[in-house]
């Protein structure tokens, strides 16, 4: 970048080192009236960055409906909240931590749990799951091993540590992310619904509290970071990737909690991107005050440290409170007793804005709302490309006596394999309150001490995004609705990850606001809307961009546990049916990238009507206790589901349909589809409520024996199946 | 009946082995935080899993010196049954409880799933009523080892608690999650007052849990 007209006395390249524009710059100069010095130059580049600004994204993202009959709280704080009955609600958000993952994966991971972990039990909830969703590149990447080990363990090692369970996740290989992997992690609280905690500051004169870790030297400029590509030099970045305690973060969990049970707190922000910057500015704009803070008060790991790397540090496992003075003294006990930091290091003020002392001396002072509501705002320019054509595949071009070598084939690539390796990592069991265990459709934790519970997933399908956006956004929603669904849910919100590259390319903008325009869409018609977010762009090495990846994470409501749905098959002699029509859609299929390497044929479309219809067909035959097992279809088509049903129950099952197209059949990736196991006894009820509501509804087979046996095509054992669905991602770790 | 449950600042199955005492025995355990020094006159004393004080250092070794494990170890002596479970169990080790060391998983990770353990020893307070049983395993450091020596001594005195088998109750490698020494996934004192094991029994003690088989061990004790 260039400019002629340098009229400033700040170095220029100084201007750039901080991520900023210099027209960004010039609106710093005119909202100030004089020049920022450097720690107020650092402060706007915290603020202004695209990770805490939103500035491609905002325009984008109002779009998308966010309210609904059981919504508590939409988007703008530090989580979603939805209302559970009985006075409770589930809080939850799913963030990602794609940049310090791909430099240290390990400590990138580890560090995007405790950070989507406070970020819920800021709210006051205490954390009952976490979900994540991880994209790598090729299974045969070099990269690919380490990062993929890495990941999974700094996942566990902070889930399992803290205690939290982690449920459920999803992950995919595509050589998009060779270069720039993704970590989204999505945590779920439970709160009572008349005590939820919110971050804006309020009461003048009130004390502002630090409480937590001490502040460190690391993670200066992550949020910066985050916001920039990739490119050769990525790995010196590496120390600006934070370090995480999860000891430390159960310790400040526990003492939150407790402090929460009093009256005492009027304000809480947890210090995640950009630290004490970003959560003093947050408290301030939404109470409408000011702040001034003595930064020599803030507890310190190392000495000498500037005010600038005070405001900037991203030392983990941090909150800011604003209390109520008359239990300053309780608070700081309840702190004491869990051995963490309790320090009153500033103060609320009616000057609106954020003041910074450091002994003695005035560090910056910077109206609130230059840093909030004058950041800039982008509305990128965009172009949307045709979508990949759909492509009709015939009968004559496929051999149908290959069609179980191929189902073998394709549960054995690491994007159709069983998942064990990674989730036996996690601890997905303490607490004591996980029903349906990982590797089923969506999770299911009980609300403790309840009947009732809370069903969840996360999905994407970045290959349907890049092919057509559109529908890929829709996908995305609906899937999670389908999973919630088959496990005995009502789905009640989402929380979004957004994904992208850099949205200064019209084409990457193109993608985004094509995904935003279908995700709202689903969202709309399923009345499904979302409460919470993230947004990451960016995501591109040496200028090329990732897939789109709008990651969605969906929770659904279970009144009563008896009606939980899990995929395996369950009793000899029972039906297998099948939900939905097929229509030999093999574009963009596994089937089409897996056995014939090729990624062409374009993204299957989805009937909202139908989508609709079908989940609440499904739902209204769980809740009537027709079902006993069911299971979404998804990528990979019948067969893979059918497999994945067989394998779970261990059971076998005897299939005959009626097609001139097998390949098309079992492997076409036609949305809106659930399998059911129906009883025979309940067959007859399930068929009239499925003609009464007009859905379409089939038996495809017999539940029994140790086979998969296909009439005129062959048979193949459970056995072999699970030996190959066994291998696929444990392969690459080895 | 009086039992406790010992919380450290890190223990994350305290709450988990508390509801499975409740609902098993009908009694609500008492919590006593780990900066306590005494315990009052107890039936049962847990030490429950988790991550004590982060385990940082060796698992469970900073824990075995906090204030309330010198009146664990007292008790213990005296008689009184002690339960440790996963970090309890490596908790107990530290403190001098029971023999053996509990080293890293031979898979070198994590391992959470269920497996199925057998009594050996078939007469303990703690044993008695458990068959061939299935419950979860949730830890990185579950790896038993102890000197041939100690092993002959334990052996001898019948301190076997659990050992990790199949569903026929066959012990082998193949039913070994995690390289422990002679398939030990539980062991005794001397005077089977104290039990320490790798598995965790409270996560498998309500239908919700799709396994009851952990509430045999809580039943045997607790009534």
């Keep these: 970048m260039t400019n002629h007209n340098w009229l400033f006395q700040t170095e220029q390249s100084l201007v750039e080192n901080h991520g900023l524009k210099l027209d960004e710059f010039e609106k710093i100069v005119e909202g100030l009236g004089r020049e920022p010095n450097l720690t107020e130059l650092g402060i706007f580049s915290a603020m202004w960055n695209e990770h805490c600004s939103y500035k491609s994204s905002k325009f984008w993202l109002k779009k998308l409906p966010t309210s609904g009959e059981r919504v508590v709280q939409g988007p703008g704080e530090n989580a979603g909240v939805i209302d559970i009955d009985d006075g409770d609600v589930a809080v939850f958000k799913m963030e990602s931590h794609n940049h310090p993952s791909f430099l240290e994966p390990y400590q990138g991971a580890a560090t995007g749990v405790g950070g989507i972990l406070r970020d819920v039990f800021t709210m006051g909830a205490r954390p009952v799951a976490n979900l994540n969703a991880l994209r790598f590149g090729e299974p045969n990447h070099p990269k690919t091993k380490h990062l993929l080990s890495g990941v999974v363990s700094g996942i566990g090692g902070y889930g399992n540590c803290i205690g939290v369970p982690t449920v459920g996740g999803e992950v995919n290989f595509h050589p998009s992310y060779n270069g720039n992997i993704l970590v989204n992690a999505m945590t779920v609280g439970i709160a009572k619904k008349d005590k939820i905690f919110y971050s804006a500051a309020a009461g003048i004169g009130n004390p502002v509290v630090y409480v937590g870790s001490k502040t460190g030297r690391d993670g200066i400029h992550g949020a910066t970071m985050a916001s920039a590509e990739f490119d050769e030099d990525s790995e010196d970045k590496k120390p600006t990737v934070q370090v995480g305690d999860p000891f430390t973060e159960k310790l400040l969990l526990e003492a939150c909690l407790e402090l929460m049970k009093e009256e005492a707190i009027i304000a809480i922000q947890d210090m995640g991107a950009a630290g004490l910057t970003s959560s003093s500015i947050e408290m301030a704009s939404k109470g409408d005050v000011g702040l001034e803070i003595d930064l020599s008060k803030v507890p310190m790991r190392a000495q000498n440290m500037s005010a600038y790397e005070l405001m900037l540090s991203e030392s983990q496992e941090r909150m800011l409170m604003v209390l109520d003075p008359s239990k300053e003294e309780m608070a700081r006990d309840i702190f004491k007793k869990w051995d963490l930091e309790f320090e009153v290091i500033g103060k609320v003020t009616d000057t609106k804005r954020l003041i910074l002392m450091m002994n003695g001396k005035e560090e910056a002072s910077i109206p609130i709302n230059i840093l909030v509501e004058d950041a800039p705002e982008y509305q990128r320019h965009y172009i949307v490309e045709e979508p990949s054509p759909i492509k009709e595949y015939k009968s004559e071009d496929f051999d149908q006596k290959n069609i179980l070598k191929d189902l073998n084939t394709m549960i054995m690539h690491p994007d159709l394999s069983s998942r064990k390796w990674i989730w036996e990592q996690y601890d997905h069991m303490v607490m004591a309150d996980t029903v349906v265990r990982p590797g089923s459709d969506a999770a299911v934790v009980r609300v403790h001490g309840t009947n009732k519970g809370l069903a969840m997933s996360t999905d994407c399908s970045p290959v349907y995004c890049k092919h057509n956006p559109y529908e890929g956004g829709k996908h995305a929603v609906v899937e999670t609705w389908r999973n919630i669904i088959a496990s005995g849910a009502l789905p009640i919100a989402i929380t979004d990850c957004m994904n992208f590259g850099n949205p200064e390319k019209p084409e990457i903008m193109g993608q985004f606001v094509e995904c935003i325009r279908g995700m709202g869409d689903a969202c709309s018609k399923l009345n499904y809307p979302v409460v919470s977010g993230n947004v990451s762009l960016y995501n591109e090495t040496n200028g090329e961009g990732i897939y789109p990846t709008p990651a969605i994470g969906g929770v659904g409501l279970i009144k009563d546990l008896s009606n939980v749905k899990t995929l395996s098959l369950k009793e000899d002699g029972n039906f297998l049916c099948v939900v939905g029509k097929t229509a030999n859609h093999l574009g963009i299929s596994k089937y089409i990238s897996i056995i014939q390497s090729k990624e062409e044929g374009g993204t299957p479309e989805i009937n909202l009507e139908t989508e609709l219809k079908n989940g609440n067909f499904v739902m209204d035959a769980i809740n009537q206790k027709l079902i006993t097992s069911a299971h979404d279809v998804g990528e990979g088509g019948i067969l893979v589901a059918i497999s994945e049903m067989c394998m779970s129950g261990n059971l076998g099952i005897t299939i005959e349909i009626k097609t001139n197209f097998p390949h098309g059949y079992f492997f076409a990736e036609d949305q809106s589809r659930y399998l059911l196991e129906v009883s025979p006894n309940n067959y007859d009820e399930c068929q009239k409520l499925a003609n009464n509501n007009d859905v379409h509804f089939e038996k495809i087979g017999i539940v029994g024996g140790d086979k998969i046996s296909i009439k005129n095509i062959g048979d193949q054992h459970i056995s072999a199946l699970k030996r190959s669905f066994e291998t696929g991602i444990k392969q690459i770790s080895q | ?223």
């Excluded at chain 2, 790896?143 to 052996?155: C, D, G, P, Y």
């Excluded at chain 2, 301190?159 to 193949?174: K, L, M, P, R």
């Design chain 2, 1 to 223: 009946m009086k039992s406790h449950v010992i919380v450290f600042p890190g223990s994350n199955c305290d709450r988990d082995v508390a509801v499975a005492i409740k609902n098993i025995s009908g009694h609500q355990p008492q919590m006593v935080w780990h900066k306590e020094t005494s315990i009052d006159q107890s039936d049962l004393i847990v030490v429950p899993g988790g991550f004590s004080y982060g385990d940082y250092l060796r698992c469970g070794a900073m824990a075995s010196t906090s204030p309330i494990m010198q009146d664990v170890v007292k008790k213990a002596k005296e008689g009184v049954p002690v339960l440790g479970i996963c970090n309890g169990f490596q908790i107990l080790i530290e403190s001098g409880l029971l023999d053996g060391a509990l080293m890293r998983n031979s898979s070198l990770s994590f391992i959470c799933r269920d497996i199925l353990i057998k009594p050996k020893n078939q007469s303990s307070v703690f044993t008695k009523k458990t068959q061939v049983a299935k419950m979860p395993i949730a830890h990185n450091e579950g790896n038993f080892f102890v000197t041939s020596e100690q092993l002959k001594k334990i052996q001898d005195n019948d301190q076997i608690a659990f050992q990790y088998c199949d569903e026929n109750g066959n012990v082998s490698e193949h039913s070994n999650p995690n390289g422990s020494l002679e398939n030990i996934a539980g062991i005794l004192n001397e005077n089977k007052n104290v039990l320490g094991m790798m598995p965790h029994p409270e996560r498998a003690a309500e239908l919700a849990h799709g396994c009851e088989d952990g509430k045999t061990i809580f039943e045997s004790i607790l009534n």
